[in-house]
C-alpha cells in the first residue's frame, strides 16, 4: 500500500527554519514526482513546491521562492522541504502527495495518496 508521511513541522520563531520531510512506503519515490502543498488558517489549501525525480526537474512558487528548497533522497525514499527566513505567513499545515506534473515553470493537480499534514508555526 502506498503511504506518504510528512514529519518535522513545530513552532519556530520568525527568521527561523524548519526541515519538512515526506517519507514514502509502499512505492519508490525514483520515479515519482512529488509536491508540497500548504493550507494556512483560514485559506485553502495551495502548492508550493514540486520534483520530478525522474528528470530532476524542481519549481518553487513565488511567493517562496529565495527561502524555500525542495530536495529528495532516493536511499531513503525521502523528499525534504527546506524551509528558511520563515514568517507569520508562512503557518500552515504542511502536507506532500502526488501530481501529475512538475516543471520549472508550474506544478500538475495532485493525485494519489496524501499524507496527514505537518503543522508549522511560526511565532514570537
Known amino acids: 500500500e502506498a503511504r506518504l508521511a510528512e514529519s518535522g513541522g513545530g513552532l519556530v520563531q520568525p527568521g527561523g527554519s524548519l526541515r519538512l520531510s515526506c517519507a514514502a512506503s509502499?512505492?519508490?519515490?525514483?520515479?515519482?514526482?512529488i509536491g508540497w502543498f500548504r493550507q494556512a488558517p483560514g485559506k485553502g489549501r495551495e502548492g508550493r513546491a514540486c520534483i520530478n525525480n525522474s528528470d530532476g526537474s524542481t519549481y518553487i512558487d513565488a511567493s517562496v521562492k529565495g527561502r524555500f528548497t525542495i530536495s529528495s533522497d532516493s536511499a531513503k525514499n525521502t523528499v525534504y522541504l527546506q524551509l528558511n527566513n520563515l514568517t507569520p505567513e508562512d503557518t500552515a499545515v504542511y502536507s506532500c502527495q502526488q501530481i501529475y506534473l512538475c516543471?520549472?515553470?508550474?506544478?500538475?493537480?495532485?493525485?494519489?495518496?496524501r499524507g496527514q499534514g505537518t503543522r508549522v508555526t511560526v511565532s514570537s
Open positions: 509502499g512505492f519508490a519515490i525514483d520515479d515519482a514526482t
Open positions: 516543471t520549472p515553470t508550474g506544478m500538475g493537480r495532485y493525485h494519489g495518496v
